[in-house]
């Protein structure tokens, strides 16, 4: 007896396609990303559609915007595509599966990084994670080029994905913190860390004058002036120690926040796992 019920005939490309029209909002950017010509995705778009018989895209001059359907369809089509992923990771040989490259901004690791490394490798054996501390910007850049898989950051890049909010704070040594007159002495990272430009805005917004004491090459370097008490400086609120005193004198701070960024030219079937594990470890889920 004939099976009337619709078979869904395609290749993983054209899922791949699909979802890269509708995050980069457009054919041209999503041709660029699949490494396709523009034409090229709008017939697999088109021949998509006709064996679904529905439309998947409403297309303007402008933009691209899924319809009922398609949104329907997304979901499924980012499963079809995670569980291959799996599959293939699961069956490949030990010596030929990839590195899950993390770059994490080290002013936002948590104190227990180690252990949470730790932990998701024993949790997920199949995974060889290696790992990369830095800035936000330089981990971005690294993504770009393809040297990481993934990056959890501040909110310096684009089309991340916020995992929770972290409390900015002031904290060292300030002399007279409620005298305008009086330079405080900042302890910095260098040109390009978010927190550095939070700082030297809000002291120019009440017209703090301020100098730059120390300019650290590291997140860690930062920790240990302040512990000696060589100037001021920003961070989240986790990466305060006990011998680090917060300044509550100085003007509020907006909150940052922590953002993961899954480079789009690779599709890692342990890095959405690695997200949700530090997530569960951090207690914000």
């Given amino acids: 007896m004939k099976n009337d019920k619709l078979k869904l005939e395609t290749d993983l490309n054209t899922l791949r396609s699909l979802i890269a029209v509708v995050e980069e909002g457009g054919f041209s950017a999503a041709a660029k990303r699949v490494h396709r010509t523009q034409s090229a995705v709008s017939v697999q778009i088109a021949k998509l559609e006709d064996q679904l018989n529905a439309k998947l895209l ?3 001059s402008r933009s691209v915007q899924l319809t ?7 979901s499924y089509a980012r499963r079809m595509l995670e569980l291959a992923d799996e599959a293939a990771f699961a069956v490949s040989p030990w010596e030929q599966k990839e590195q ?14 180690q252990s949470v490394i730790s932990g998701f490798n024993e949790q997920n054996p199949n995974c060889d994670l290696s790992l990369v501390l830095g800035l936000g910007p330089p981990l971005l850049d690294m993504m770009e080029r393809k040297e990481l898989d993934l990056v959890i950051a501040g909110p310096e890049g ?3 994905t916020v995992l929770w909010n972290e409390p900015l704070v002031w904290t060292g040594a300030c ?11 900042l302890v910095m990272m260098p040109a390009g860390c ?5 700082a030297l805005d809000s002291l120019t917004r009440i017209s703090r004058a301020w100098r730059m004491s120390i300019e650290a090459n590291s997140f860690e370097a930062v920790q240990n002036a302040i512990r000696a008490g060589l100037g001021v400086t920003v961070l989240p609120v986790t990466a305060i120690r006990e011998d680090m005193p ?3 004198e100085l003007p509020k701070l907006p909150n940052t926040t922590v953002t993961s960024y899954i480079s789009p030219a690779v599709t890692h079937p342990s890095a959405q796992p690695f997200i949700d594990y530090l997530v569960t470890c951090a207690g914000k889920n």
């Fill in 194 to 198: 978010l927190y550095r430009k939070l």
């Fill in 100 to 113: 899950l490259r993390v770059g994490f901004a080290e002013y936002l690791a948590p104190q227990h990084l």
């Fill in 158 to 160: 684009d089309n991340g």
């Fill in 246 to 248: 917060v300044i509550e």
């Fill in 175 to 185: 002399d007279s913190p409620e005298d305008p007159t009086v330079p405080m002495k």
């Fill in 58 to 60: 409403k297309r303007t």
């Fill in 68 to 74: 009922q359907a398609g949104e329907t369809f997304l």
